[in-house]
C-alpha cells in the first residue's frame, strides 16, 4: 500500500521518471519495446553496457527491478560548468507522468543502490517524506527541491508506449538519426526523438567543446579507464581547465561515463 501511495504522489507532483542509457542498451529496449531491468536486459542480449555495480544490484535483490530518477541528469552537464555527463548514457528515456499508474511497487530513495551497505526496505522514502521534496511555485506548478533521488520499480518491463520523448546527447555528427533508427525500427514514432537543448535554446559552444573532448578520450581510452584516484593525471590538456573545477566527488561518476560511453555507444 505504502509502495503504491508513492506513486500516486508522484502523480499528483507531476513528476516524470527520467531514464539514460547507451545506443547498446537503448537496442536491447527497442527490441522488447519496454524499458528492461538489468536481469532481464542482460538476459535478452550478450552485447549490453556492463556497470560496476551489476554485482551489488545481484546481492541487494535489485537486479530485477527498473531504475530511473525524478530529473533529467544528462541536462546538467550543459547548465552548468562544474557538472559531468550522465553516467548511464547520452541516451535519456523520459516516460509520460501515467507510467506512475502502470505499477504498483514505486520506491524512491536519497541513496543510490550502489552506494555502500544500500538496502532497499530501509532507504525507502514515505509518502510524507517524498511530497516535502515538491514545493508548489506560483501556485501553478510543482518543483522537485530535492537533489539526487533515484526510482525503483518492482518490475522488470516498462512498456516504451509510455515514451513522451527520447533526448540524444550530440556524441557524433550521426548519433541522432542512429538512435532515431534504432527506435523506428521497433515501430515507434522518429518525432520522439530530439536532440539535447538547452531549454529549448541551442546548446552553449564552450559546453559542446568541452563534450566533444570527453567523447575524444572515452574513445582513446577505449574502455581501459584509469582508476578515479588516478584520473586526474590522465586529463587531456583540452579538458584541463574545465576538470580543475570538478569536485571530488565527481571523478567515480566521470569515471563510469568515459568507460560506459565507449563500451555502449562508441564502439
Known amino acids: 500500500m505504502a509502495a503504491?501511495?508513492?506513486?500516486?504522489?508522484?502523480?499528483?507532483?507531476?513528476?516524470?521518471?527520467?531514464?539514460?542509457?547507451?545506443?547498446r542498451d537503448?537496442?536491447?529496449?527497442?527490441?522488447?519495446r519496454a524499458l528492461l531491468s538489468r536481469r532481464e536486459l542482460t538476459n535478452s542480449t550478450v552485447d549490453f553496457t556492463a556497470f560496476y555495480s551489476d554485482a551489488s544490484d545481484k546481492q541487494r535483490g535489485v537486479w530485477e527491478r527498473v531504475f530511473g530518477n525524478l530529473e533529467d541528469f544528462g541536462g546538467l552537464f550543459w547548465a552548468s560548468p562544474v557538472c559531468i555527463?550522465?553516467?548511464?548514457?547520452?541516451?535519456?528515456?523520459?516516460?509520460?507522468?501515467?507510467?506512475?499508474?502502470?505499477?504498483?511497487?514505486?520506491?524512491?530513495?536519497?541513496k543510490n543502490a550502489a552506494t555502500k551497505?544500500?538496502?532497499?526496505?530501509?532507504?525507502?522514502?514515505?509518502?510524507?517524506?517524498?511530497?516535502?521534496?515538491?514545493?508548489?511555485?506560483?501556485?501553478?506548478?510543482?518543483q522537485l527541491t530535492c537533489n539526487g533521488l533515484e526510482v525503483s520499480l518492482g518490475t522488470s518491463f516498462l512498456s516504451l508506449d509510455l515514451i513522451e520523448k527520447v533526448v540524444v546527447e550530440p556524441v557524433s555528427?550521426?548519433?541522432l538519426e542512429s538512435v532515431r533508427r534504432v527506435w523506428t525500427s521497433?515501430?515507434?514514432e522518429g518525432s520522439l526523438v530530439e536532440a539535447r537543448t538547452l531549454w529549448k535554446k541551442p546548446l552553449p559552444q564552450e559546453r559542446l567543446n568541452v563534450f566533444v573532448e570527453l567523447v575524444k578520450w572515452s574513445a582513446h581510452l577505449a574502455g581501459k579507464v584509469p582508476l578515479s584516484s588516478d584520473l586526474k593525471t590522465a586529463v587531456p590538456p583540452p579538458l584541463?581547465?574545465?576538470?580543475?573545477?570538478?569536485?571530488d566527488t565527481q571523478w567515480a561518476p566521470l569515471r563510469q561515463w568515459l568507460e560506459y560511453t565507449f563500451n555502449g555507444s562508441l564502439r
Open 4 to 23: 503504491q501511495q508513492i506513486g500516486k504522489v508522484l502523480l499528483n507532483r507531476f513528476a516524470r521518471l527520467h531514464h539514460a542509457t547507451n545506443l
Open 26 to 32: 537503448f537496442a536491447g529496449y527497442c527490441s522488447r
Open 85 to 110: 555527463p550522465n553516467a548511464y548514457g547520452p541516451i535519456t528515456l523520459v516516460f509520460e507522468r501515467s507510467a506512475w499508474g502502470q505499477v504498483s511497487d514505486v520506491a524512491v530513495t536519497r
Open 117 to 142: 551497505e544500500f538496502e532497499l526496505a530501509t532507504e525507502r522514502m514515505s509518502a510524507e517524506e517524498l511530497e516535502s521534496c515538491f514545493e508548489l511555485r506560483d501556485k501553478k506548478w510543482w
Open 173 to 175: 555528427s550521426d548519433f
Open 186 to 188: 521497433s515501430g515507434y
Open 240 to 247: 584541463k581547465e574545465w576538470a580543475s573545477r570538478l569536485r
